[in-house]
């Protein structure tokens, strides 16, 4: 009788882990289908990378959805929506060369109610979190046009694997390939600015409103190298870096965006800044203010220009340097991240420690 019952219950357990494996393959089956070869998912692409046109990026944002638009313009391409601005090409070529590479593990759901899963819903869905790469070719036809998902990571510790399904397609598929759709337009510029080393410079005048100068000069007898000529001696600066920190400005001086500088009125009543090198080249710094852009606290955008030249002793390398530099500025309004605009913009008051009351 024990025995009759060990075996009813047995057979019971096994009856229930068939049940839910089978349910558990049925359940897998609605998510995916047949897998297919390793194959490139669009394998003429590489070959048309010389007759490509335009690539256009886009980004779902709520119920709406942001796109940054690469077009090709001669022998260089730019980003529309900043107003041409040059393309970091570098970004550009790795991202089509990561489309050209992509390779499908295997083949996914159909059905567009699981897309949420897998972020591949369109992008005009309220809450989507998809990406969706277009690229045309010399007539503008679509050459890839692909709606990107969520990344997962390689168990095999090799390339991310990505969710996509073509743009006109519900068949997703699981392939591997490392994208980067970037954040938005600005994130396909080259950001850089200038990249003069804070030893080149010999002398920096931060001019308020008022015209009031703070003038940083070069001091080979300090640590930092530089003070502010201003500030009297008996006067506790907040850091003593400060007069350094306002010479690095040029260093790695990168923005956060780019306009054109047409519409914008640079004023001296919103500050200036003028640097000087050893090499005799003169980089002016102006702003202008932005009534129809607004930070996150309400007050308008403001924009800096960057202008170049030459002084009368300048080196053959500074000409240069003031040429190439206006060329890649020359018309162009920047917005800075919020520290450098700090250092352009240091007062007297600004620097030095509160006197002390009593």
């Known amino acids: 009788m024990t025995g009759n ?14 049940f839910v494996a089978g349910w558990a393959a049925i359940d897998r089956r609605a998510m995916i289908v047949d897998e297919v070869p390793s194959a490139r998912m669009f394998p003429d692409l590489g ?18 959805f942001k796109t940054a638009t690469l077009s090709r313009q001669a022998e260089t391409w730019i980003v529309r929506e900043r107003d041409g601005y040059p393309v970091d090409q570098n970004l550009l070529r790795r991202l089509l060369v990561s489309l050209d590479q992509l390779t499908v593990i295997e083949a996914k759901t159909r059905d567009p109610a699981r897309f949420k899963r897998i972020d591949l819903r369109d ?3 309220a809450g989507s979190r998809a990406g969706q790469v277009t690229v045309l070719g010399p007539m503008g036809e679509p050459v890839f046009d692909a709606l990107i998902g969520k990344r997962r990571a390689n168990p095999a510790g090799g390339p991310a694997r990505v969710y996509l399904r073509k743009a006109a397609e519900n068949q997703s598929w699981l392939a591997e390939g490392d994208l980067d759709l970037r954040a938005g337009p600005a994130d396909w510029l080259n950001r850089e600015i200038t990249n003069i080393a804070v030893d080149e ?44 920190n306002s010479a690095a400005v040029l260093e ?10 047409t519409g914008l009125r640079f004023q001296p009543a919103l500050g200036s800044a003028i640097y000087k090198t050893k ?3 003169q980089v002016t710094v102006d702003f202008a203010r932005d009534d129809q852009r607004r930070t996150a606290e309400g007050a308008p955008v403001e924009w800096a220009r960057f202008r170049f030249r030459s002084l009368e002793d300048a080196s053959p390398a500074a000409k240069t340097q003031a040429e190439n530099l206006t060329k890649r500025t020359d018309g162009w309004a920047y917005l800075l991240p919020a520290v450098r605009m700090e250092r352009l913009r240091q007062t007297p008051a600004s ?8």
Do not use: C, Y
């Open 123 to 125: 992008l005009s869905i």
């Open 201 to 244: 410079i010999v002398e920096a005048a931060l001019i308020d409103g008022q015209g009031d100068r703070l003038t940083v000069v070069r001091d080979e007898n300090l640590v930092t190298k530089f003070r502010f000529q201003e500030i009297a001696d008996d006067v506790t600066l907040t850091s003593e870096f400060l007069p350094k």
């Open 252 to 261: 790695f001086n990168v923005f956060n965006d780019v306009r054109s500088a």
């Open 5 to 18: 019952r060990h075996l009813a219950i047995l057979f019971a357990v096994t009856w229930a882990v068939v």
């Open 47 to 64: 070959s048309q990378f010389a007759a490509i046109s335009e690539v256009r990026i886009s980004w779902a944002a709520g119920s709406a």
């Open 351 to 358: 620097v030095a420690m509160p006197a002390k009351s009593g």
């Open 279 to 281: 090499e005799g080249l």
